[in-house]
């Protein structure tokens, strides 16, 4: 049909004419693992261009979730005392996409973490992410020739002696998962 889609999802969708050469590290969290029933509470990004992480080059939010909050009778005090910029889900979303382009997403669990994105640009009536897609986890698979087993980031962390002795934020994450990307796309001859 004809669907009628807001100006940046048209925008986002005309940046796929060339193939980037960007890579942007995604770290997301949420509130649980149903892509149905929760939602995004914080994005964390930095590009990888050219064998180096772009810190200037990143999108960090927490999503104000209120709603889902009080629907569940959960405290949101995560949402006030955060120091990471705030907006709600449609800010959010319309900046991550203006933000992500025609990147390559890198991420650990990054199926789920699409999902999620794809949920919430649904309830903006937009399409899906159109942008190709790497895990962190079936890269280090493919570097030892196991498919049966599946590691949690943390273990592939220390696996590639990356410090990951604070726990802290989506950025965090997506930073760390950085580095390891790097260490694992030299390894694999990615370019």
């Not at 910029?85 to 996409?97: H, N, S, T």
Request: aromatic share 10%; hydrophobic share 40%.
């Amino acid at each position: 049909m004809n669907k009628v889609y807001p100006d940046f999802w048209k925008n986002y969708l005309s940046t796929f004419n060339k193939k980037s050469k960007r890579f942007v590290l995604l770290s997301i969290e949420t509130t649980g693992d149903s892509v149905q029933s929760d939602v995004i509470l914080t994005i964390g990004a930095f590009s990888v261009i050219d064998d180096s992480i772009h810190i200037g080059d990143n999108f960090e939010t927490v999503l104000m979730q209120y709603k889902f909050f009080h629907d569940n009778k959960l405290p949101f005090d995560f949402i006030v005392d955060s120091k990471l910029k705030k907006m709600g889900e449609p800010d959010a979303m319309k900046g991550f996409i203006d933000y992500l382009g025609n990147a390559i997403l890198v991420g650990h669990n990054i199926n789920f973490s699409v999902a999620m994105l794809n949920a919430a640009l649904e309830r903006l009536e937009c399409g899906s992410l159109k942008n190709e897609a790497l895990d962190v986890n079936i890269m280090h698979q493919k570097l030892i020739e196991v498919t049966d087993q599946d590691f949690t980031l943390d273990e592939l962390l220390k696996v590639y002696k990356i410090p990951n002795e604070i726990k802290g934020s989506s950025p965090d994450a997506a930073y760390r998962t950085a580095l390891l990307f790097l260490k694992l796309k030299s390894r694999l001859g990615i370019k």
